[in-house]
């Protein structure tokens, strides 16, 4: 490549992972070329709920969710048609839109020394002996040594996920509300879980009082409401009533609900003996963990922080980040990929929100083994 830039370390990717691992880089005394293709913040699919682990990630971080406003979260309500099973969540959650929360993640590794680059677009990679081969479009061809693939959802040419045998039909739709005072009262300070037929949905607050409404639904489902939000949220309303009474009237504050596709629920990236060591995926490039856990977030901020810690200490991409990563999340990733496929039709969401009612405990212990491990985080929060 002639006229090509040359790099030590590329990051694709301006995410939770990608910011989370060039700044933790950054403070290495490492600064690393950060391509993210939106020009500007914007809104993602996401429940926008903040574990405690993440939590723990973001203090690392320097990011502050008090000064950013978060929401607190210390409940977790799910309902199954007309009814209710409630319990404490293991820890005080937090509730922050992925405009605000990533953009403060970049903020902070621009101020570390990473080169952010906005509104670049990597369109495909390639792998040599020498490193990485960037085709970043009108940005000009780029070489890096290390490459840090944290594209999240988005899979870039030529550095595809492997994602057989994850769930793969399920559409996430996003859409935030202003709403009533009462409706705002009665769901302050709680999550709420809403099953319903091929799908759930997630309901809490997040800053500024707004409520953020996630949900996922399969294909098929979808289709069957002829492709319309408008009638497959009625339809959601009418099954659940609790829904109905959250949303009846609440303001709708963007145009159109956003949306995603063919999320690979369930995804663990394995390297191939061949794969390049100086490639480290990151985020929802290295597993996928069903949403209901609300634990994404934390694995991605992990394995930014992990490999950028292992890449500092001069450990190898495939080798010992990969396999690391793997043993880190692989169980969580397993449990609830099985617990999300058990949970899809009627009579199994009914076993299952019986066995939550009955058991309340049940629901804090599904929280607690889908939740990353303290001995992992330790290894990932520890500078070289
Ligand atoms: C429906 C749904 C609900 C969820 N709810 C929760 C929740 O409540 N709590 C939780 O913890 N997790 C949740 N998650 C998971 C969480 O959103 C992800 O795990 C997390 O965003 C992954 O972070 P990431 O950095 O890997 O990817 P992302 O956050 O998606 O970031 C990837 C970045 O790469 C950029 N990019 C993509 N392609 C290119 C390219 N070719 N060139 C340059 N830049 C590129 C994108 O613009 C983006 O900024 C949810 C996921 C879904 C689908």
Same mark, same amino acid.
């Given at each position: ?11 694709v ?9 060039? @700044? ?11 391509l993210? &293709? ?62 605000? /929360? ?18 670049v677009t990597v369109r @495909?990679l ?6 990485? #081969?960037i085709d970043a ?19 870039v ?55 953020? /409404? ?23 309303? $009418? ?6 009474? #959250? ?10 609900? /956003? ?9 663990? $990236? ?31 901020? $992990? ?9 500092? &200490?001069?450990? &190898? ?53 889908? #939740? ?13």
């Amino acid at each position: 490549m002639s006229g090509c830039r040359a790099e030590a370390i590329v990051i694709v990717g301006g995410g939770l992972a990608g910011a989370a691992a060039a @700044s933790v880089l950054g403070r290495g005394g490492r600064s690393a070329l950060l391509l993210e &293709r939106d020009p500007e913040p914007r809104h993602k699919v996401c429940g926008e709920f903040l574990s405690v682990e993440a939590q723990t990630y973001l203090a690392h971080l320097g990011i502050d969710l008090d000064e950013l406003g978060a929401s607190r979260i210390s409940r977790l309500r799910i309902y199954h048609r007309g009814r209710q099973a409630v319990a404490d969540l293991p820890f005080t959650a937090r509730g922050l839109s992925r405009k605000v /929360l990533d953009e403060a993640l970049l903020e902070k590794a621009a101020t570390l020394g990473a080169r952010v680059a906005r509104g670049v677009t990597v369109r @495909s990679l390639t792998f040599d002996e020498t490193g990485a #081969r960037i085709d970043a479009g009108s940005f000009g061809p780029i070489r890096a040594e290390t490459l840090f693939l944290a594209s999240g959802k988005h899979d870039v040419r030529g550095m595809k996920r492997a994602a057989s045998g994850s769930i793969n039909d399920l559409i996430g739709f996003k859409m935030h509300y202003r709403f009533s005072e009462e409706q705002h009262s009665a769901l302050e300070g709680a999550v709420e879980i809403v099953l319903f037929e091929l799908g759930y949905a997630g309901l809490q607050l997040i800053e500024g009082g707004i409520a953020n /409404l996630c949900l996922v639904i399969t294909q098929e489902r979808f289709e069957q409401v002829g492709k319309r939000w408008e009638s497959m949220i009625d339809q959601i309303m $009418h099954e659940c009533p609790s829904l109905a009474d #959250r949303l009846g009237g609440a303001l709708a504050l963007f145009d159109k609900p /956003l949306s995603i596709f063919q999320i690979p629920y369930g995804f663990v $990236h394995r390297p191939a003996r061949s794969e390049p060591q100086g490639l480290f995926r990151l985020g929802d490039q290295i597993g996928v963990i069903p949403s209901f856990t609300g634990e994404g977030m934390s694995m991605a901020l $992990h394995s930014g922080c992990l490999a950028a810690s292992i890449f500092l &200490r001069g450990g &190898r991409a495939s080798t010992d980040f990969h396999r690391q990563m793997s043993s880190d999340v692989q169980r969580q990733v397993r449990l609830a990929f099985l617990i999300n496929k058990a949970a899809r039709y009627g009579p199994s969401q009914t076993a299952v929100f019986h066995l939550c009612q009955t058991w309340p405990s049940l629901m804090q212990q599904v929280a607690t083994f889908t #939740r990353l491990r303290e001995g992992s985080m330790q290894r990932a929060l520890a500078l070289p």
